[in-house]
């Protein structure tokens, strides 16, 4: 929906929806669940997938994914994948009518949608005649219009613990989650112990650093000058070996600088092709240093050490889940946070140093944050 028609239905007045009962929304037995954009979200949305599928196994469950979420969401996944791409393929009303028309073909009894903000999924999904449909909405947004129950969603809410309450809507029993690793083929797995292998990486000592943030999101990166320095003195500490770099091909640039500035061994894993390939990379690592990116989370569902870096956002809202992950936050740059996900807000940079907030994080930061959760891991061992 464009900002014109979102700022017309947000002049008329928004019909009081009733929250998620604590027995939730009744039965059902076809269930759709909604995540089009954010790929860290679409690894939180997956393992509560993995979830409600365990606590109903007679349920069929659907994905309705984007191009962001898709690998994710339908990885190796016994689930039905729609995959709807309104920037894309899918622009246009006609395509739009299109989808919809797939999805009520569908026939589904419920839906949760994990969208924070955008009113055209909750159209969507309104039009798609699915009797049941429980969503986010901050207030004021019109997509609770559109919701047959809403969860009421504000800059003060964890993503995580939102979309573990829309979760119950569909299964009260669902206790306290954890999140799942994602399933990976044996072919990908044999793929990766070869290149582990040719790269000499040695067993349980790799730490892997994501120094990207996406095209779009560089005032997000810390410097790499300060991830080399880390990754120096973890070796010297002993509590590192080999680097393991992570992203996409058009991040090889920081890879090389990377390899200009820390002289020890260094694997480049942005040639290898996939998520499936990259979440088995992060599951033999020994501590994985992210920015705060779709990786961090993908790491700390694979059960990794992971450690994220924060900035324009706050681990308040996105921290990495697990009892082995930790955030790292310590700006004192009054414009931080300035990503308002629940309200759609995530602007450029516009601090006269592009990235401010990150600089605060210091390399002793970093650094005490992963011998923290290193030590707390060596004594649940034992050694």
């Known amino acids: ?51 409600i599928r365990r606590l109903r196994p007679d349920a069929e469950i659907g994905v309705l994914v984007g191009p962001a979420t898709r690998d994710v969401m339908g990885l190796n996944a016994p689930f039905t994948t729609h995959l ?49 449909r429980v969503g986010l909405s ?32 569909a299964v009260p029993g669902l206790a306290e989650p954890a999140a799942v690793p994602l399933p990976r083929a044996p072919q990908a797995i044999e793929v990766v112990a070869r290149w582990w292998d040719d790269n000499k990486l040695g067993d349980g000592a790799a730490i892997a650093m994501h120094l990207g943030s996406g095209s779009r999101a560089a005032a997000r990166r810390w410097p ?89 956002n706050t681990p308040q809202r996105y921290r990495p889940i697990g009892p082995r992950a930790a955030a790292v936050y310590t700006t004192r740059v009054p414009c931080s946070p300035c990503i308002q996900i629940h309200l759609g807000q995530v602007p450029d940079c516009t601090h006269v140093e592009k990235g401010r907030c990150l600089l605060d994080i210091t390399v002793d930061d970093a650094l005490a944050a992963a011998a923290r959760i290193l030590a707390q891991d060596a004594a649940r061992s034992g050694s």
């Not at 004021?140 to 009421?152: K, L, V």
């Open 138 to 169: 901050a207030p004021g947004n019109p997509r609770a219009r559109f919701q047959t129950h809403t969860i009421p969603f504000t800059g003060d809410d964890a993503m995580w613990e939102a979309y573990v309450a829309l979760a119950r809507a």
């Open 224 to 312: 790499v000058e300060r991830f080399a320095e880390l990754a120096g003195r973890l070796g010297r500490q002993g509590l590192g070996g080999p680097v393991v770099l992570t992203g996409t091909p058009e991040e090889r640039p920081l890879v090389e600088e990377f390899r200009r500035l820390h002289p020890g061994p260094v694997a480049d894993a942005t040639g290898l092709g996939s998520i499936e390939r990259t979440a088995e990379v992060l599951r033999r690592c020994r501590l994985v240093v992210s920015n705060d990116t779709g990786v961090m989370h993908l790491a700390a569902a694979m059960g990794t050490a992971t450690i994220g870096l924060f900035g324009p």
């Open 84 to 132: 709807y791409d309104p920037a894309g393929g899918d622009r246009g009303i006609s395509r739009f009518l299109a989808q919809v028309r797939a999805i009520r073909s569908a026939r589904y009894d419920l839906v949760l949608d994990f969208e924070q903000h955008i009113v055209l999924v909750s159209l969507f999904l309104w039009l798609a005649r699915i009797p049941r």
């Open 1 to 51: 929906m464009n900002a014109a028609a979102a700022s017309v239905l947000r002049l008329l007045p928004v019909p009081r929806r009733p929250s998620v009962p604590t027995e939730g929304v009744g039965p059902w037995r076809r269930i759709l669940l909604v995540k089009l954009v954010g790929m860290g979200d679409g690894v939180m949305i997956r393992s509560l997938a993995e979830h």
